[in-house]
């Protein structure tokens, strides 16, 4: 497996502390995303990024934070503000907008188990 | 935004039948339509897609086809095999528009299992 790594696997954190999740891709891809996977639910996106510096929310934004200065880099904070941080995290890297909408296949990382403790 | 329904979340069925998920999105202007499978303790990864200006794509034993006008698309997998077995999801996008991101919403998830 290549491509897109995710670090650590398995994270735990205690109760009003900020942890960060690692993602790092070598496919020289321009934009980068976080879902959030809860128990028998579909991926919901957390942030996203098409560009180096430059980063939107997503659907459930609030309590994470991310950065991006380096195009193969996309770290997330989940902060004390994040009521339920228990999840699988996934981080995933497409190409970006190509002409004539060509297909954006993302490729994921093998994702982050956070578990409050 | 956009958002996508996925029926049936689960799905038991016979080795060798068929098994059909069928998925609504509701943002017309949306172009791009992947499915993923996602094995046990796995990354999602994506087994067929197809684009708005096609009705049907095929790759050996699974297929997919798009309605535009009712805005639903559907994954078939024929002749199923146990390890076939694993959560897939659809998604939707508004692909080569850069100001949509390219984000993919996903369905809530759909879990085969195939029986022997």
């Known amino acids: 497996d290549g491509g897109i790594t995710q670090s650590p696997k398995y994270l735990f954190r205690k109760e009003g502390q900020n942890v960060t999740l690692s993602c790092e891709q070598n496919?020289?891809?321009?934009?980068m995303y976080w879902y959030r996977q809860d128990p028998g639910q579909g991926l919901r996106l957390i942030y996203y990024?098409?560009?180096?510096?430059?980063?939107q929310k997503g659907d459930i934004a609030e309590g994470y934070s991310v950065s991006r200065e380096k195009k193969e880099s996309f770290p997330l904070t989940v902060t004390s503000a994040q009521k339920n941080p228990t999840a699988f995290y996934l981080c995933a890297s497409s190409p970006g907008p190509t002409p004539g909408g060509a297909s954006i296949e993302a490729f994921f990382g093998q994702g982050t188990r956070l578990t409050v403790v | 935004g956009e958002n996508v329904e996925q029926h049936p979340s689960t799905l038991s069925v016979q080795e060798g039948d068929s098994a059909v998920i069928k998925c609504t999105y509701s943002d017309s202007a949306s172009n791009y339509f992947p499915w993923y499978k996602q094995e046990l303790g796995k990354r999602p990864q994506l087994i067929i897609d197809?684009?708005?200006?096609?009705g049907e794509k095929k790759d050996q034993r699974i297929a997919v086809t798009l309605n535009k006008t009712a805005k639903h698309f559907s994954l078939h997998i024929t002749e199923t095999q146990p390890e076939d077995s694993a959560v897939y999801f659809c998604a939707a996008s508004l692909a080569g528009i850069k100001a949509a991101g390219n984000k993919l919403t996903f369905g809530g998830g759909t879990r085969v299992l195939v029986k022997p």
């Open positions: 496919l020289n891809h321009d934009a």
């Open positions: 990024s098409q560009i180096v510096n430059d980063f």
């Open positions: 197809i684009r708005s200006n096609v």
